[in-house]
């Protein structure tokens, strides 16, 4: 096998494989109703969408000048969860068209693949089980595993350490430039080149305007394969 031309993949989850952020956006207005806070679909896209779940219950408490203590937090996550798992358990991961070719021509390239999200573990670990995916991608970054959230570099930080750590050891370190990230999120771009990766946006979410940090950009990843994905960001 040729050597990739990337030597690790980083695929963001929701908005990228998964197309879960409206149901994302229903549940967190859900559980915020039920504590008599509003929350705007514009607002979300705006201020709250690259946010984890922690992240998004504490800025929105916040703003309404609402303390939110650690106990009342673990909370609303799992309540939203709960939902979240709900309507899983109805309705299947609904991944984007040409998601899941995506990530087996990854793998097929030879590079290291792995799931960096501010989504939990069980959400990411259980769409991937789904699809037949989850051996393909080496290791998971999630909202379980890191402190701060997306902008904040610490998943891609986390990520780098996890390439260049686990088992079987590559022969020399994987370095920034030769990680490729696919995100959809101002946020998540803002995250990745901080810690100098390489990046594709995919408009699932955003537009291209809205997207001008990125590396590349991909209207879909229905409408450009894996090839035409390395070729752009090369």
Same mark, same amino acid.
């Given at each position: 096998m040729m050597r990739p031309v990337?030597?690790?993949?980083?695929?963001?989850?929701?908005?990228?494989?998964?197309?879960?952020?409206?149901?994302?956006?229903?549940?967190?207005?859900?559980v915020l109703a039920e504590e008599g806070l509003d929350l705007s #679909?514009?607002?979300?896209?705006? %201020?709250? $969408?690259?946010?984890?779940?922690?992240?998004?219950? &504490? +800025?929105?408490?916040?703003r309404a000048g609402r303390a939110v203590e650690a106990a009342k937090l673990a909370r609303l996550l799992a309540r939203k969860s709960t939902y979240y798992q709900e309507w899983i358990r109805r309705n299947g991961y609904p991944f984007f068209a040409g998601a899941v070719d995506l990530v087996r021509e990854a793998a097929n390239s030879g590079a290291v693949l792995g799931?960096?999200?501010?989504?939990?573990?069980?959400?990411? #670990?259980?769409?991937?089980?789904? %699809?037949? $995916?989850?051996?393909?991608?080496?290791?998971?970054? &999630? +909202?379980?595993?890191?402190?701060?959230?997306k902008p904040d570099p610490e998943s891609y930080r986390t990520a780098l350490t996890l390439l260049?750590?686990?088992?079987?050891?590559?022969e020399r370190l994987i370095h920034p430039h030769e990680v490729l990230v696919i995100e959809d999120s101002p946020a998540g771009l803002a995250s990745a080149h901080a810690c100098g990766l390489?990046?594709?946006?995919?408009?699932?979410?955003?537009?291209? #305007?809205?997207?001008?940090?990125?590396?590349?950009?991909?209207?879909?990843?229905?409408?450009?394969?894996?090839?035409?994905?390395?070729?752009?960001?090369?």
């Open positions: 990337f030597r690790a993949v980083l695929f963001d989850f929701n908005g990228v494989l998964v197309d879960d952020e409206p149901l994302h956006f229903e549940l967190f207005r859900r #679909e514009e607002e979300y896209q705006a %201020e709250y $969408l690259g946010f984890d779940d922690r992240g998004c219950f &504490t +800025a929105v408490f916040e799931v960096v999200s501010g989504a939990l573990r069980d959400e990411v #670990e259980g769409a991937l089980m789904q %699809e037949g $995916l989850r051996d393909l991608c080496k290791f998971l970054v &999630t +909202a379980d595993d890191v402190a701060a959230s260049n750590s686990m088992p079987p050891l590559p390489t990046t594709v946006a995919v408009g699932h979410t955003y537009s291209r #305007e809205e997207l001008p940090e990125a590396t590349a950009y991909v209207e879909s990843v229905a409408a450009c394969g894996w090839e035409e994905m390395v070729r752009r960001a090369s």
